[in-house]
């Protein structure tokens, strides 16, 4: 199981794989169970944004156990989150808002294993 953090400027925590735009993240939603999915919105002039996968993910029903949103866009954030909370199975906690840092540290720890 992996854990996803999709940006395109900013670094990346540890103890995840960095998505650095909308398609590389689909790919690894695509081909790994995923924990904790972090999503940016704005990733780039002219290019695909964090709703992007937000659509993936409701039309796949492919939804990671864990989602939060460390966007600044707080439309986008808005956005992502009425997208993705209607769909949501019971298995998927939504947050609207950034991972705690408590969470950073469980992810970071558990790279260590």
């Known amino acids: 199981m992996i854990h996803i953090y999709l940006d395109d400027y900013r670094?990346?925590?540890?103890?995840?794989?960095?998505a650095r735009n909308a398609e590389e993240c689909v790919m690894l939603l695509k081909a790994f169970e995923v924990d904790v999915l972090s999503l940016d919105y704005d990733l780039g002039w002219g290019q695909?944004?964090?709703?992007s996968v937000a659509n993936y993910i409701v039309s796949s029903g492919n939804y990671p156990k864990r989602i939060y949103f460390h966007t600044?866009?707080?439309?986008g954030r808005q956005t992502m989150y009425q997208a993705l909370y209607p769909?949501?199975?019971?298995?998927?906690?939504?947050?609207?808002?950034?991972?705690p840092a408590e969470i950073l540290m469980e992810v970071a720890e558990s790279d260590q294993e």
């Open 11 to 18: 670094a990346c925590p540890k103890g995840f794989v960095h």
């Open 48 to 51: 695909p944004n964090g709703m």
């Open 72 to 75: 600044s866009s707080s439309g």
């Open 87 to 99: 769909g949501k199975p019971d298995h998927t906690a939504l947050f609207n808002g950034p991972m």
